[in-house]
């Protein structure tokens, strides 16, 4: 598996690909799953499970299914979008920076 040490969100990416693997579709989990293209094309493989088509929406619902307050399941949704995608933010940025070094050590063509 990728290393995700030291990035931003690598807690709930972490959370979210375990429940995946043990098919719960958890918060954690359904945040990841909205990720899912983007992360495979980044190395981290997701386990196949049956997701909802709109993931967006189902992590949405089980926010609100959580908090009795729809203000509160909107702002949660908004922290885990955030988190999401600074992860995956700084995950690309690693993964540019370690190509740059690859390339760099390997000298001109």
Request: no cysteine; glycine share 6%.
């Given at each position: 598996?990728?290393d995700?040490?030291g ?11 375990e429940?995946?693997?043990e ?9 990841v799953?909205?990720?899912s ?36 399941a909107?702002?949660?949704y908004?922290?885990l ?8 933010e700084?995950?690309?940025?690693r ?11 390997a000298?001109?063509?």
């Open positions: 598996m990728t995700l040490a990035l931003p969100g690598a807690a709930l990416v972490r959370r979210g690909l429940d995946l693997a098919r719960r579709l958890s918060v954690e989990a359904l945040t799953a909205i990720a293209e983007r992360l495979r094309r980044l190395g981290i493989g997701l386990a196949p499970a049956e997701l909802p088509r709109d993931r967006e929406l189902a992590l949405y619902a089980a926010l609100r299914a959580r908090h009795e307050v729809g203000t509160d909107y702002a949660r908004n922290s979008r955030r988190e999401l995608d600074s992860f995956l700084a995950l690309e940025a993964r540019r920076r370690a190509q740059r070094e690859a390339s760099a050590r000298g001109p063509a």
